[in-house]
C-alpha cells in the first residue's frame, strides 16, 4: 500500500507484529509503562523503518521522538511512520532527494461521534457528504482526518511548528485518489498535494514534498 502512495520512496509496511524485532536500549527505556499493544505496535514500526534506512544504505540506529513526538532521523535523511490496528508502516528518503514526508494509516470506518466537527470545516463536510453518497465504500471522514493527519507530518519537519486541523482545508479528487490540502497560515509552502488508497480495510495516505 505504501508503494502506491509513495512511488519512488523508501517505503516498508507489515500487517502483522514481529515477535522476533528488538528494540534499542533507548527505545526500550520509553516503553517502562507500555501496555502490550503500545510496545508491539512501537516495535514492529521501528523495524520497518530500520528495513527502510538499510535500503538506503544506512546502519540500524535507535529512532526516538523529539519535538511534539517527530521521529529523530539519521543526519540527511527525512522519514515518517506511522500504525494502527493491523497496519505498521514507515518511509525514508535522503534529504537531498526530498524536503518532507508525512504518512499515515486509519481504519476505514467512520470517526467516533462528534470528531468531523472538530477537525472539519463546513466545506469539507459538504464534499464529505457528496462522496459518502457516490462511493460509500470509502470513510470518506476517515480519509479526511487521515489526509490532515499526513499535512501535519509533512509540515512540522518544515517549520518546527504546531499546525491544527482548523489550519488547512482539503479538498479530495476521487478518480486520481489524490488530494490538495491549502494552508490558512504562513509557512514555508502554501500547500501540499497527496495520495491515498484504500484497500485491506485501512485508509492510507501520504505527502512528499520535493526541493524547488
Request: proline share 8%.
Amino acid at each position: 500500500m505504501i508503494e502506491e502512495v509513495l512511488p519512488g520512496v523508501v517505503g516498508v509496511e507489515a500487517f502483522a507484529d514481529d515477535p522476533a524485532a528488538t528494540l534499542f536500549p533507548e527505545e526500550e527505556a520509553l516503553l517502562t509503562r507500555a501496555v502490550d499493544k503500545r510496545r508491539r505496535e512501537f516495535t514492529t514500526v521501528r523495524a520497518c523503518a530500520r528495513t527502510a534506512l538499510g535500503k538506503l544504505g544506512l546502519p540500524p540506529v535507535p529512532i526516538l521522538p523529539g519535538a511534539r513526538g517527530a521521529p529523530i532521523w539519521p543526519s540527511g535523511v527525512v522519514g515518517s511512520m506511522t500504525h494502527c490496528e493491523g497496519y505498521r508502516a514507515c518511509a525514508v528518503a535522503r534529504r537531498t532527494e526530498v524536503l518532507a514526508l508525512g504518512i499515515d494509516a486509519e481504519p476505514n470506518g467512520p470517526l467516533p461521534d462528534g470528531v468531523l466537527a472538530t477537525v472539519s470545516d463546513a466545506a469539507e463536510r459538504a464534499w464529505i457528504a457528496e462522496l459518502a453518497r457516490a462511493d460509500p465504500r470509502v470513510s470518506w471522514d476517515r480519509l479526511l482526518f487521515s489526509a490532515k493527519e499526513s499535512v501535519y507530518k509533512a509540515w512540522f519537519p518544515l517549520t518546527r511548528r504546531w499546525l491544527g486541523f482548523e489550519d488547512a482545508t482539503l479538498t479530495v479528487r476521487p478518480d486520481q485518489r489524490t488530494f490538495e490540502a491549502r494552508l490558512l497560515v504562513a509557512g514555508p509552502v502554501s500547500g501540499f498535494t497527496g495520495r491515498w488508497t484504500v484497500s485491506r480495510g485501512l485508509v492510507v495516505t501520504a505527502i512528499c514534498v520535493l526541493p524547488g
